[in-house]
C-alpha cells in the first residue's frame, strides 16, 4: 500500500499532529486502551502522526493506528476529545507540538501491519496505560476512558 504524502508543518504553523485512542472491552467489560512504543526512544505513546493529505483529522488517526499497530475500527466521536502538548526529541526546531486525539473502538486487531517490526504493543487498563506515558496531558485523557466507554456501552 502506499503511503498518501503527508503535509510537513511550516514554520509560521503551529505544528499538530493527529492521534487514535484505541479502545475495546475485556470478557468482563471493562475497557482496555492500546498503547505501542515509539520507533525512536522507544517511549509508550498511542498511535498518532502529521496530517495526511485528503484525509481529515479523524481519518488521518485511524490511518496512523493501521500503520502503526495494525489496528482497525472507528471513531466514536466527530470531534477530537483532547489533546496533548509534547516535544518531538528529533524535531526541537519544532518547539512543542499539539496532538488532537479521537477515541477509536477497536473491531479488529491484524496479524500484520507496516510497522509491525519497528513497536511493541500492549493493552492496558486505562489507569496503568496513564501512569505508562510521559506526557502529563496525555496521561489524564487515559484516565478518563472508562467513563467514555461506559457512555458508548449505555
Same mark, same amino acid.
Given at each position: 500500500?502506499?503511503?498518501?504524502?503527508r503535509?510537513?508543518?511550516?514554520?509560521?504553523?503551529?505544528?499538530?499532529?493527529?492521534?487514535?485512542?484505541?479502545? &475495546?472491552?475485556?470478557?468482563?467489560?471493562? /475497557? *482496555?486502551?492500546?498503547?505501542? %512504543?515509539?520507533?525512536?526512544?522507544?517511549? $509508550? +505513546?498511542?498511535?498518532?502522526?502529521?496530517?495526511?493529505?485528503?484525509?481529515?483529522?479523524?481519518e488521518?488517526?485511524?490511518?496512523?493506528?493501521y500503520?502503526?499497530?495494525?489496528?482497525?475500527?472507528?471513531?466514536?466521536?466527530?470531534?477530537?476529545?483532547?489533546?496533548? &502538548?509534547?516535544?518531538?526529541?528529533?524535531k /526541537? *526546531?519544532?518547539?512543542?507540538? %499539539?496532538?488532537q486525539?479521537?477515541l477509536? $473502538? +477497536?473491531?479488529?486487531?491484524?496479524?500484520?501491519?507496516p510497522?509491525?517490526s519497528?513497536?511493541?504493543?500492549?493493552?492496558?487498563?486505562?489507569?496503568?496505560?496513564?501512569?505508562?506515558?510521559?506526557?502529563?496531558?496525555?496521561?489524564?485523557?487515559?484516565?478518563?476512558?472508562?467513563?467514555?466507554?461506559?457512555?458508548? /456501552?449505555?
Amino acid at each position: 500500500m502506499a503511503k498518501a504524502s503527508r503535509k510537513s508543518p511550516k514554520k509560521s504553523a503551529k505544528p499538530r499532529q493527529y492521534a487514535a485512542i484505541p479502545i &475495546r472491552l475485556d470478557r468482563k467489560g471493562r /475497557a *482496555k486502551v492500546l498503547l505501542l %512504543t515509539s520507533r525512536g526512544t522507544r517511549r $509508550w +505513546v498511542i498511535p498518532k502522526g502529521w496530517a495526511i493529505r485528503k484525509l481529515s483529522p479523524a481519518e488521518t488517526a485511524a490511518r496512523e493506528a493501521y500503520e502503526e499497530a495494525g489496528i482497525k475500527g472507528r471513531m466514536l466521536h466527530r470531534a477530537p476529545i483532547g489533546r496533548y &502538548r509534547y516535544r518531538k526529541g528529533d524535531k /526541537a *526546531k519544532l518547539g512543542r507540538i %499539539t496532538v488532537q486525539v479521537y477515541l477509536m $473502538w +477497536v473491531k479488529r486487531q491484524l496479524s500484520e501491519w507496516p510497522e509491525q517490526s519497528e513497536r511493541k504493543l500492549r493493552w492496558v487498563k486505562p489507569g496503568r496505560a496513564a501512569s505508562m506515558v510521559a506526557e502529563p496531558e496525555l496521561a489524564l485523557l487515559l484516565a478518563r476512558v472508562p467513563k467514555m466507554a461506559r457512555r458508548r /456501552a449505555a
